[in-house]
């Protein structure tokens, strides 16, 4: 439990094998939390298996929003412990947690019991039997929400709506599992509850971070995506398959990756704001594609959920190591640019800023999210509607000496659709004159590179390039990006509560670097804590590569699949303050 600033919140984690519904019930506890009034977060951890492997279903919920994982968990609830013991870590107890266990699924792995949780037998197994088609994952959603005072009503409306199409018998014995579960407690004390937030929840939003970013690139002008499916970025595809037609838009799955980038290269030459969506793997197969949109000035979208490598690596768990690639994948030298959104509901204003900047400047824009937030369902309240929206610059009557590549002071000329009239240039890879025709001059190549590179370098991002927060005059600076934004921001809440400065720089624009930007934003600072989800430190190095940091440096860093808790920030750094 954590208790800052008067947010109580709980942690839950529901495990068992792949099929064994544990998802199912996280997500119905999720929105029955929301129709209760609260916010909350899910996660989910699952082994590389397609089924039958070890998952948990991990959520959170307070009466405040909530937007990452806390410390440890209150309550762990298990329908059967099959691979438990691969999770163990991102599942961290302690003596104030609770054990749920069924006698009929063996001991506690040791791992686990090994925490000093107290450990309580329930037969889950026996309670769905009891029930005609009941199941134990209904049983341990009626356990939990028991436990942490959530009423039974709203969960029987979110079975009704989700077991409908299944038929009344669904609904019923889902419905009698969970009273069975409700009625198990009796006797049990919980280590928190959250009763007290009970209200309204009227109008909040239930989304992924996968859907957040096809709704915000929707809202960016989006109509064309082209895209294979990878884990964990297909969900963006799925979200954006029914919807996007909505909008007069189109989706294609294609063949592969390569085919996928070039088939929105294409599309976005003939006037249709387009975008893919991949995790590195795919990514890396895009790059040849990524640098025809660069060079023939094409604007596209490439939203990337990363996930661990190297290869193939971990596809079901989240890491922040595809920012090398990003960044610096393309061959020769290939101005773009590369955004990340801080949190599941930053998705959407980092899509759809991502869109305005592709279409403005006329280039590739690198999104990138990864499986903790493209997977991640939160709660959140409904995102105010910005204003930015696709705007490229079209040359509808063109002259005779039409130069599609002009040399101009922003570096952004203008180009016209297919078909119209004296409008004709060639668009491919090859280094070209103003005209477009292929050129080998050094001259030629000298002034588009130095017009490719003057429209990205020296584009208005405005304050969008990071969020500041914080004490403005503090000595202590913690730097971060990404997923890792949230977890920074609740440990500098933490720390402020107990008198302890710090400022927050979360960098929502990683290239190209904005040097002014960047040293207004860490003037003053002594120490600078950069705190990033990889291996080798490559946000930390990004930094050094690009900018001036005053002061001691400290870098926090590990790789995946474990997410970096608030707690640990609080400690990182009473730890340095106290050296």
């Known amino acids: ?31 029955a939390a929301t129709k209760a009034g609260l916010y909350g977060l899910m996660t989910r951890t699952v082994g590389p298996q397609i089924r039958g492997g070890e998952a948990a279903a991990l959520v959170r919920l307070s009466a405040k929003p909530v937007h990452c994982v806390d410390d440890h968990f209150d309550i762990l609830v298990a329908v059967d412990w099959k691979g438990a013991e691969r999770f163990a870590a991102e599942v961290p107890l302690g003596p104030q947690s609770l054990i749920i266990t069924d006698p009929e699924t063996g001991e506690v792995p040791e791992i686990l019991a090994a925490s000093g949780a107290r450990i309580v037998e329930v037969p889950i197994g026996e309670l769905a039997n009891a029930v005609d088609g009941g199941r134990p994952n209904m049983v341990i959603l009626g356990l939990v929400a028991s436990l942490i005072g959530l009423p039974e009503e709203p969960i029987n409306k979110i079975i009704a709506k989700k077991l409908g199409k299944k038929g009344d018998a669904a609904v019923l014995a889902s419905r009698q599992a969970v009273s069975a579960g409700y009625k198990a407690t009796a006797g049990l004390t919980s280590p928190v509850t959250v009763s007290d937030a009970v209200g309204d929840g009227t109008g909040r939003w239930l989304i992924s971070g ?24 297909t969900e963006v595809l799925e979200w954006m398959s029914p919807n996007l037609p909505k909008m007069g838009g189109t989706l294609v799955q294609a063949e592969d990756e390569l085919a996928s980038i070039n088939m929105a290269i294409g599309a976005s030459f003939g006037g249709r704001p387009s975008l893919t969506a991949t995790s590195g793997p795919g990514l890396s197969l895009m790059m040849e594609g990524i640098g025809l949109a660069v060079s023939s000035e094409t604007p596209v979208v490439i ?5 661990g490598g190297p290869s193939t690596g971990v596809p079901t768990k989240s890491e922040q190591t595809d920012l090398n690639i990003a960044v610096y994948g393309l061959h020769g030298d290939a101005p773009h640019v590369v955004t990340a959104a801080t949190s599941v509901e930053d998705c959407i204003f980092t899509a759809q800023w991502s ?13 990138l999210s990864d499986q903790f937030m493209g997977q991640a369902s939160t709660i959140i309240d409904p995102p105010a509607n910005i204003s930015f929206i696709a705007q490229r610059l079209v040359e509808e009557a063109p002259t005779e000496d039409y130069r599609r590549y002009a040399v101009t002071a922003d570096g952004v000329s203008p180009m016209t659709l297919p078909g119209t ?16 025709l292929p050129s080998t001059l050094m001259e030629d190549h ?6 490719r590179d003057r429209k990205v370098a020296e584009f208005n991002y405005g304050d969008h390039w990071a969020d500041v927060e914080g004490d403005a005059d503090s000595e202590l600076v913690v730097l971060t990006w990404g997923s890792t934004t949230n977890a920074v921001r609740e440990g500098i809440e933490r720390l402020r509560a107990e008198g302890v400065s710090c400022k927050l720089v979360a960098m929502r624009l990683l290239s190209p670097a904005l040097p002014d930007y960047f040293d207004q934003a860490v003037k003053g600072a002594k120490r600078i804590l950069v705190v990033e989800q990889s291996h080798s430190g490559q946000f930390l190095k990004l930094l050094r590569a690009n900018y001036d940091m005053p002061g001691e440096i400290k870098s926090f860093r590990r790789p995946g699949p474990l997410i970096i808790r608030p ?13």
């Open 1 to 31: 439990m954590s208790d800052d600033n008067n947010n109580t919140s709980v942690s839950v984690a529901m495990v068992g094998s792949g099929g064994a519904g544990v998802m199912t019930s996280g997500n119905m506890l999720l929105e």
């Open 210 to 233: 996968n859907q957040a970013a096809g709704f915000g690139a929707l809202r960016g002008g989006i109509r064309f995506v082209a895209a294979y499916p990878i884990t964990p970025a």
């Open 303 to 307: 939203v990337n959920v990363m996930r």
């Open 355 to 367: 869109v305005h900047l592709a279409e403005a400047m006329q280039t590739a824009v690198i999104v």
């Open 421 to 436: 009239p004296g409008g004709q240039y060639t668009a491919d890879g090859l280094e070209h004159n103003p005209k477009g």
């Open 446 to 451: 000298r002034d588009q590179m130095d017009k």
């Open 567 to 579: 707690g640990e920030i609080v400690d990182t750094i009473k730890d340095w303050r106290d050296q």
